[in-house]
Nanobody
């Protein structure tokens, strides 16, 4: 059984930092393109950052320079380091695993809440 589980969310003040982690079981993440997405209340889910199996990263303009996605294939995990957080970063953050980046076989986690507020 495949499981993708996010952790690390919480409440943080503007300007603060959080580190999200995504752990998978039942699949070998080394052959998956990984992504972090987020969904704020009343809005559509949007891409935050992706990383290919080879380590190539891509970021949305709204987080570029503040967030860093990384992967540890030995640990079967993908992290999202979030710095200089803003209230508009408040959302449920989801981890996505995409087999070979083809968009055919994908797995989603249940999401973790990030709230940026003073």
């Amino acid at each position: 059984q495949v499981q993708v589980v996010e952790s690390g969310g919480g409440l943080v003040q503007p300007g603060g930092s959080l580190r999200l982690s995504c752990a998978a079981s039942g699949i070998n993440l080394s052959i998956y393109a990984m992504g972090w997405y987020r969904q704020a209340p009343g809005k559509q889910r949007e891409l935050v950052a992706t990383i290919t199996s080879g380590g190539i990263t891509n970021y949305s303009d709204s987080v570029k320079g503040r967030f860093t996605i990384s992967r540890d294939n030995a640990k079967n995990t993908v992290d999202l380091q979030m710095n200089s957080l803003k209230p508009e970063d408040t959302a449920v953050y989801y981890c996505n695993a995409d087999l070979r980046g083809l968009g055919v076989v994908t797995y989603w986690g249940q999401g973790t809440q990030v709230t940026v507020s003073s």
